[in-house]
Nanobody, 128 residues
Framework: QVQLVESGGGLVQPGGSLRLSCAAP????????VAWFRQAPGKEREGVSC????????YYGTSVKGRLTISRDSAKNTVYLQMNSLKPEDTAVYYC?????????????????????WGQGTQVTVSS
């Protein structure tokens, strides 16, 4: 069983920054597709970013492009989501997910069915 552990969420003021981390003890993230999804109250879970294990190419949703950056630290077996210029509408539970069959594409958002393993989620609240 793959366990994904997210951390780094919290309360931040508009315009602030947070860095989310996704670790997978005993499982090598470097070989697999990793994505970040988010789910706001009353809304569907949406894929905001992913990173391809073959060439580290990435995808970003329109609403987050230019503000969020996904990256991989191979030595630490961790995937990060750096979030800058945060807005109240970024408030959501953020989930890390790993997919074993599909690859991240720069042209299309990650979809829930493409991902096999999920973390427990970390709350991000952007409010003054």
């Amino acid at each position: 069983q793959v366990q994904l552990v997210e951390s780094g969420g919290g309360l931040v003021q508009p315009g602030g920054s947070l860095r989310l981390s996704c670790a997978a003890p005993g499982f090598n993230l470097n070989y697999y597709n990793v994505a970040w999804f988010r789910q706001a109250p009353g809304k569907e879970r949406e894929g905001v970013s992913c990173i391809n294990p073959r060439d580290d190419s990435t995808y970003y949703g329109t609403s987050v492009k230019g503000r969020l950056t996904i990256s991989r630290d191979s030595a630490k077996n961790t995937v990060y989501l750096q979030m800058n210029s945060l807005k109240p509408e970024d408030t959501a539970v953020y989930y890390c997910a790993v997919g074993t069959l599909y690859l991240c594409s720069a042209d299309s958002p990650p979809r829930r069915y493409e991902y096999d393993y999920w973390g427990q989620g970390t709350q991000v609240t952007v409010s003054s």
